[in-house]
């Protein structure tokens, strides 16, 4: 009996997809099929995948050319899987041309010739439409989002806006974007919804006018300084049926992810303690962020990780929060030490811009405790610890180059699906405001 394997996702199930299966299916006797996982499409940089496994599989059974049907979970199953099933041939279609010539070492490896003119990501785009995407700000934050909407299928980031013409117009010419304009007004009335990448201060009334002229709104963290006005921003876009989103990286990423479920599931027993760090010492002090006018400062820089990863493990409902800094000869600060009690519970997050320390994050609970070591907010690697150091677990899942691709990719889910941000709830976000806000309270 000739065994023989192939991969893929499935979504949409398409001619393409029954043509390759039947293709697979005529070099032997026996089909099996490998459909990606969800945690595997995103950790490969595959996002907006719009069918569940389930559906997926679904549609490959239909096709009724697979005998069998798995599921690719991890990087390198392939070869575990041809030794398993004792595969004789592994078929894929010719777009990935000699991809899987280190198959050839265990398999005969078949390229056959991809159906034209058919994909999933064509049949996506023509289902939701392309977002158009605009940049408010051309900084590095800006420029890092452009490069990494190339991985994000769906949006078109074509245009920028800013007030230095110079700057906005090198920024075009640099990222080859269609439209630039040193009006907002204008500038909104070009595109569906706004990614804002300027000083914080600026965000709220970017935020407010992007939400009011009907765009939905992805903004740089802190969304807001003050309390009242993040409830706003929100308050307007639940009334005009936007999504507004605040963009923590880390929030959106598989890894930390998993690691919030895992800590939640009971793992580690009761979560008694959440501690976490982030510094970056900056040595310029000319630069925005020690200036206090334009809302410099250790917290308000830098508290959105580490306070992102205790509300999601503890709540946002805090009992008290108490601050301890250091400013040294700066109206800012320039290390800050964030005490939150819970009922029954404690987190500490540390943030620094003028002292540095280990940015780990460690969660204490009353069986074990989880370390992710720095730099945790790029959570990509962690370690469950138990008393008896056998009992470790190791955990490691992929975070891509700048990360930005996770966040935007749910922003434009939640928009073609009228679904609410699950990975930062509204109130977390508000409750997020509100401690930067009692913080700068203390020195006004
Ligand atoms: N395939 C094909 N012809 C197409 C599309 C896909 O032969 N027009 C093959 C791929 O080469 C692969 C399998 O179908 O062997 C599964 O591919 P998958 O990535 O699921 O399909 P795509 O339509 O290419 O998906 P996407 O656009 O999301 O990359």
Redesign the pocket.
Known sequence: MIKVI???????F????Y???K??KEQGDYLIVGV?SENYDKTRG?L??KQSLIE?IENVKKSGFADKIIVEEYIGQKIEDIKKFKVDKF??????LGKFDYLKEYCEVIY?????????????NKERGILKLGCVGAGRIARRMCKESKYV?GINFDYVYGRNEEKIKEFTNKYDLNFYSTDYNEFLKEVDAVYIATPHLTHYEFAKKALEKGKHVLCEKPLCLEKAKAEELYRIAKERKLVLYEAIKTAYSPAFIRLISLAKSGVIGEIKDVDATFTKLMTDYSLREFDKNQAGGSVTELSTYPLIAIIKLLGYKYEDVEFVSYYGDKDVDLYTKIILKYPNSIATAQVGLGVKREGELIISGTKGYIIVPAPWWKTEYFEIRFENPNDTEKYFYKFEEDGLRYELSEFLNSIVNHTSNIHIKEEESIAISEIIEKFRKLRL
């Open positions: 192939t991969y893929g996702t499935f979504d949409l398409h001619e393409g997809h043509n390759i299966l293709k697979a990606t595959k907006n995948v997926r078929v894929i279609g010719s777009d990935w056959v010739e991809r159906t034209k003119g058919i994909s999933s990501t064509q049949l996506r299928s």
